[in-house]
């Protein structure tokens, strides 16, 4: 049975997330307001580990935590002690070109996945039906934010023109990426539409959403 589950594991694809260490004024800048700056970078930690907790507990390939500016700061070390993933530096000019580095560096043999640590409510089931997308064909597949971004990719190979090019952070990220898909001729699932906690009034909907709900007390 142990083996059945390792071999499940090394056809699986990777799962990359991506993530900004958790320093005060320097992330969740739009939600200090609400919460301060010392207390949206504890946030900012507490979603880094459910998004490390999330990936890991699904079961597929390794899992990898892509940090940024660097792996220094020592909640990221913590992830990595805790969680037995590796840390790696992300790498690129934007978004779109840290992604695409980090596609092809993982895709290969088996494809991988990518998600960021905004998405509390992303589901094991979710990141278990992405990878059976590409098992199933798919060149691509997405999890779409209620934003107009989305909050998981995947690709079955590389592919650095679907991150050309986009005006990351703005709410045309998946038309634009859907116009890159067809210009590719790429064949793609998109799963059912999350959220992000990005804003203020998000943070209320967590509240009420009861996830995270021991991290968001030790917050405040």
């Not at 320093?23 to 939600?31: D, S």
């Not at 840390?87 to 043999?109: E, I, T, V």
Request: hydrophobic letters at 50%; one cysteine or more; proline letters at 6%.
């Amino acid at each position: 049975m142990a083996r059945a589950g390792a071999e499940t594991a090394a056809a699986s694809p990777a799962v990359a997330v991506f993530a900004r260490a958790p320093v005060p004024g320097e992330v969740k800048t739009r939600l200090i307001p609400r919460l301060g700056a010392a207390g949206a970078a504890r946030l900012q930690a507490a979603l880094v580990r459910r998004a490390l907790q999330t990936a890991t507990d699904a079961g597929l390939g390794p899992v990898s935590l892509w940090c940024a500016p660097d792996c220094a700061h020592p909640a990221l070390a913590a992830c990595r002690d805790d969680f037995g993933v590796s840390l790696l530096p992300q790498r690129g000019a934007d978004l779109g070109a840290r992604m695409g580095n980090a596609f092809a560096a993982l895709c290969r043999p088996r494809g991988a996945l990518l998600i960021g640590t905004d998405c509390p409510a992303l589901t094991v089931a979710e990141i278990r039906a992405a990878a059976i997308a590409l098992r199933e064909g798919h060149d691509a597949v997405f999890v779409p934010a209620e934003d107009g971004g989305y909050v998981l990719v995947g690709l079955a190979r590389p592919c650095a023109a679907l991150f050309e090019g986009i005006a990351w952070g703005s709410s045309r990220v998946m038309t634009q990426t859907r116009q890159r898909l067809h210009a590719a001729g790429m064949r793609w699932r998109e799963l059912a539409m999350s959220w992000d906690v990005d804003r203020p009034e998000d943070v209320a909907r967590l509240h009420a959403s009861g996830l995270m709900a021991d991290a968001l007390h030790a917050i405040g």
